[in-house]
């Protein structure tokens, strides 16, 4: 499949490396870059609710210090530090570190995070632009805010998450 949008694509394991974090339903996003500008020989950042975390997320069950991003060769990874190992990435229960692919969702506790590239940007990888559609339907929860996040219309959205019919036989 050739297509000009380097995030649509049939081969998810190929994203790149993540280079920041947004935390859903705010405005904030963190960049590597940024966290790791201060302590370049510090290889590790907190993720949690405590005050002095540098990646600050709020949720009832998000922990003051929930879970930790690690440097490793350039690579970015989320290591779970809660008791109760409530951290998740796409879906899956995090029980070793995981590298931080772009589009990747993360999730801590109620608090949900998307990694994105090294310029705040994240992307949805699809197969097609119906699968597309799905899934931003899925991440975003209503035609409205999945037509805003693809910055396409809701119509356009509802239309390509349609099921197709079977051609009607005469």
Request: glycine share 10%.
């Given at each position: 499949?050739?297509?000009?949008?380097?995030?649509?694509?049939?081969?998810?394991?190929?994203?790149?490396?993540?280079?920041?974090?947004?935390?859903?339903?705010?405005?904030?996003?963190?960049?590597?870059?940024?966290?790791?500008?201060?302590?370049?020989e510090q290889r590790?950042?907190?993720?949690?609710?405590?005050?002095?975390?540098?990646?600050?997320?709020?949720?009832?069950?998000?922990?003051?210090?929930?879970?930790?991003?690690?440097?490793?060769?350039?690579?970015?990874?989320?290591?779970?530090?809660?008791?109760?190992?409530?951290?998740?990435?796409?879906?899956?229960?995090?029980?070793?570190?995981?590298?931080?692919?772009?589009?990747?969702?993360?999730?801590l506790g109620d608090?949900?995070?998307?990694?994105?590239?090294?310029?705040?940007?994240?992307?949805?990888?699809?197969?097609?632009?119906?699968?597309?559609?799905?899934?931003?339907?899925?991440?975003?929860?209503?035609?409205?805010?999945?037509?805003?996040?693809?910055?396409?219309?809701?119509?356009?959205?509802?239309?390509?998450?349609?099921?197709?019919?079977?051609?009607?036989?005469?």
């Amino acid at each position: 499949m050739t297509t000009s949008d380097p995030y649509m694509t049939s081969f998810p394991d190929q994203r790149p490396p993540a280079g920041g974090l947004h935390v859903t339903g705010t405005r904030r996003t963190y960049l590597f870059e940024e966290l790791f500008k201060e302590r370049e020989e510090q290889r590790t950042r907190a993720i949690g609710s405590g005050a002095r975390c540098p990646v600050h997320v709020r949720g009832e069950q998000v922990l003051p210090v929930h879970a930790y991003l690690e440097r490793r060769r350039g690579v970015m990874y989320l290591v779970d530090h809660s008791p109760d190992h409530s951290v998740f990435a796409d879906g899956w229960h995090v029980v070793r570190p995981v590298p931080l692919l772009v589009g990747m969702v993360l999730q801590l506790g109620d608090a949900q995070l998307v990694a994105t590239d090294h310029t705040g940007r994240f992307g949805i990888y699809a197969g097609s632009v119906s699968d597309l559609c799905r899934k931003a339907l899925e991440r975003w929860g209503s035609l409205r805010t999945a037509g805003r996040g693809l910055r396409r219309s809701h119509t356009f959205v509802r239309n390509q998450c349609k099921p197709r019919s079977e051609p009607s036989k005469k």
